[in-house]
Protein backbone atom coordinates (compact mmCIF):
# COMPACT_ATOMS: atom_id res chain seq x y z
CA UNK A 1 0.00 0.00 0.00
CA UNK A 2 1.24 3.57 -0.98
CA UNK A 3 1.60 5.76 1.83
CA UNK A 4 3.05 9.40 2.06
CA UNK A 5 3.41 10.56 5.61
CA UNK A 6 4.23 14.35 5.91
CA UNK A 7 5.38 16.42 8.55
CA UNK A 8 6.87 19.29 9.68
CA UNK A 9 4.27 21.64 9.11
CA UNK A 10 3.60 24.37 12.04
CA UNK A 11 3.83 28.88 12.83
CA UNK A 12 6.33 30.40 11.41
CA UNK A 13 7.39 34.13 12.26
CA UNK A 14 7.42 36.52 9.59
CA UNK A 15 10.76 35.67 7.25
CA UNK A 16 10.90 32.68 9.06
CA UNK A 17 11.72 29.17 7.61
CA UNK A 18 10.23 25.72 7.70
CA UNK A 19 11.34 22.01 6.42
CA UNK A 20 8.67 20.05 5.67
CA UNK A 21 9.31 16.27 5.30
CA UNK A 22 7.07 13.24 3.39
CA UNK A 23 7.97 9.65 4.34
CA UNK A 24 7.22 7.94 1.57
CA UNK A 25 6.41 3.75 2.06
CA UNK A 26 5.15 1.01 -0.42
CA UNK A 27 6.42 1.76 -3.78
CA UNK A 28 9.85 2.24 -5.44
CA UNK A 29 10.50 5.83 -4.41
CA UNK A 30 13.67 6.49 -6.52
CA UNK A 31 11.34 5.26 -9.56
CA UNK A 32 8.59 8.15 -9.33
CA UNK A 33 8.30 11.72 -9.77
CA UNK A 34 7.65 13.54 -6.37
CA UNK A 35 5.49 17.29 -5.84
CA UNK A 36 4.40 19.33 -2.95
CA UNK A 37 1.07 20.82 -3.34
CA UNK A 38 -0.72 23.92 -1.39
CA UNK A 39 -4.22 24.34 -0.54
CA UNK A 40 -4.84 27.62 1.07
CA UNK A 41 -8.50 28.36 3.35
CA UNK A 42 -11.30 28.86 0.31
CA UNK A 43 -8.69 28.21 -2.75
CA UNK A 44 -7.93 25.33 -4.63
CA UNK A 45 -5.28 22.65 -4.92
CA UNK A 46 -2.06 25.39 -5.72
CA UNK A 47 1.20 23.13 -7.63
CA UNK A 48 4.39 24.24 -5.64
CA UNK A 49 6.99 22.38 -6.54
CA UNK A 50 8.40 19.40 -8.46
CA UNK A 51 11.34 16.57 -8.31
CA UNK A 52 11.50 14.08 -11.31
CA UNK A 53 13.67 10.65 -10.26
CA UNK A 54 16.44 11.44 -11.79
CA UNK A 55 16.90 14.55 -10.75
CA UNK A 56 16.66 17.03 -14.26
CA UNK A 57 12.84 18.04 -13.69
CA UNK A 58 12.71 20.19 -10.75
CA UNK A 59 10.78 22.69 -10.85
CA UNK A 60 9.01 25.65 -8.83
CA UNK A 61 5.71 27.52 -9.04
CA UNK A 62 7.02 31.50 -9.56
CA UNK A 63 5.17 32.76 -6.10
CA UNK A 64 7.68 30.02 -4.23
CA UNK A 65 10.83 30.43 -6.31
CA UNK A 66 13.91 32.09 -4.47
CA UNK A 67 12.03 31.38 -1.35
CA UNK A 68 11.32 27.83 -1.26
CA UNK A 69 13.52 24.62 -2.08
CA UNK A 70 12.61 20.77 -2.72
CA UNK A 71 14.90 17.89 -2.35
CA UNK A 72 14.98 14.40 -1.96
CA UNK A 73 16.47 11.51 -0.04
CA UNK A 74 16.48 7.96 -2.07
CA UNK A 75 17.97 6.28 0.52
CA UNK A 76 15.35 7.75 3.30
CA UNK A 77 12.67 7.35 1.15
CA UNK A 78 12.03 10.79 1.82
CA UNK A 79 10.56 14.16 0.06
CA UNK A 80 11.80 17.38 1.52
CA UNK A 81 10.49 21.01 1.02
CA UNK A 82 12.63 23.76 2.60
CA UNK A 83 10.73 27.09 3.02
CA UNK A 84 12.39 30.46 3.60
CA UNK A 85 10.79 34.03 3.85
CA UNK A 86 7.55 32.59 4.57
CA UNK A 87 4.81 35.13 4.10
CA UNK A 88 1.37 35.13 5.06
CA UNK A 89 0.73 33.90 1.61
CA UNK A 90 2.28 30.92 2.06
CA UNK A 91 -0.62 29.54 4.96
CA UNK A 92 -2.04 26.41 3.28
CA UNK A 93 -2.43 23.16 4.23
CA UNK A 94 0.82 21.39 2.16
CA UNK A 95 0.76 17.72 0.37
CA UNK A 96 2.96 15.23 -0.89
CA UNK A 97 1.93 13.96 -4.07
CA UNK A 98 3.18 10.88 -6.07
CA UNK A 99 3.11 11.01 -9.86
CA UNK A 100 2.00 7.91 -12.12
CA UNK A 101 5.65 8.67 -14.12
CA UNK A 102 9.34 9.02 -13.51
CA UNK A 103 9.11 12.44 -14.89
CA UNK A 104 7.41 15.60 -14.94
CA UNK A 105 4.13 16.12 -12.28
CA UNK A 106 0.63 15.37 -13.07
CA UNK A 107 -1.05 12.64 -12.74
CA UNK A 108 -0.63 12.28 -9.56
CA UNK A 109 -2.08 8.93 -7.87
CA UNK A 110 -1.46 8.98 -4.00
CA UNK A 111 -2.15 12.13 -1.47
CA UNK A 112 -0.34 12.04 1.59
CA UNK A 113 -3.18 13.30 4.67
CA UNK A 114 -1.26 17.23 4.55
CA UNK A 115 0.24 19.11 7.16
CA UNK A 116 -0.39 22.93 8.34
CA UNK A 117 1.66 25.71 7.46
CA UNK A 118 1.11 29.36 9.00
CA UNK A 119 2.74 32.27 7.99
CA UNK A 120 2.62 34.83 10.44
CA UNK A 121 1.90 38.48 9.46
Known amino acids: EVQLVESGGGLAQPGGSLRLSCAASGFDFSSYSMSWVRQAPGKGREWVSS????????KYADSVKGRFTISRDSAKNTLYLQMNSLIPEDTAVYYCAKSVGSWGFRPYDAWGQGTQVIGSS
Open 51 to 58: FDSGGGFI
